[in-house]
């Protein structure tokens, strides 16, 4: 599944940074809008996924704004000169990981509220892995699944832009866990925690569950 999600992704930057650069040269304007969808399709050559992908990627960034029944308008070419995908890849691990910090929280005391059964089964899925994959010392596999784990309550928290958000953060999350950590060790001890924010979020308990992820961030930040 998640390899056929990565090229999308890719291809959805890609146009992303197409549009982005045709607004820096002036081709659309402050106040323009771009044409609708199918046009759009036929100018990149890619499907509708692709597009809508891409102007949520730039709508995020500020550089265009959606407007219901009328369709999309550059908001600002003053504003984020690339796509925040693209800014990340170049942010400082420390810089990234404050924003991780003001969202789990946040995502977490959503999550609580809002949780469905089949967010809380994959919730759950994702702690067994972590789980496993620590006391194996397996540290690529339990990165990932601690990833997947936070990453399936910011979708539970059912707020759209806090979930992207988050997704969009994650590449370099992993990258910076993979850098800082040798072994398995600090998911180990953390794993209790991790079982009382999934306690929390099942028992619909939001502030418990918004300082159990302070509690965990404050481990992973030492």
Not at 50 to 57: L, Q, S
Not at 106 to 122: C, G, Q
Not at 136 to 142: G, P, S, T, Y
Request: with cysteine; charged share 30%; aromatic share 4%.
């Amino acid at each position: 599944m998640t390899n056929n999600l990565i090229p999308r992704r890719s291809l959805a930057d890609e146009v992303a940074a197409q549009l982005q650069q045709q607004i820096a040269l002036g081709k659309y304007k402050t106040g323009e809008q771009l044409p609708i969808e199918p046009e759009l399709m036929k100018t990149f050559g890619v499907g509708r996924s692709t597009i809508r992908e891409a102007i949520k990627t730039l709508v995020n960034s500020g550089l265009l704004r959606v407007q219901q029944g009328l369709g999309t308008f550059v908001e600002g070419a003053e504003g984020i000169k690339e796509p925040l995908p693209q800014r990340l890849k170049r942010a400082d691990f420390k810089d990234i990981d404050e924003i991780r910090q003001l969202i789990e929280m946040k995502i977490a005391e959503k999550a609580a509220v809002n949780r469905t059964e089949d967010d809380l089964r994959e919730i759950r899925h994702w702690l067994a892995l972590r789980k496993k994959a620590a006391a194996e010392n397996q540290l690529v596999e339990c990165v990932e699944a601690d990833i997947r784990f936070h990453t399936a309550i910011a979708v539970a928290a059912k707020n759209e832009i806090l979930a992207d958000l988050y997704k969009t953060l994650t590449v370099q999350i992993k990258n910076w866990f993979l850098t800082i950590h040798n072994d398995t060790t600090d998911f180990r001890q953390t794993q209790n925690l991790h079982e009382q924010l999934l306690k929390a979020i099942e028992g619909n308990d939001t502030k418990k569950a918004w300082n159990t992820a302070e509690r965990i961030i404050g481990h992973k930040s030492q």
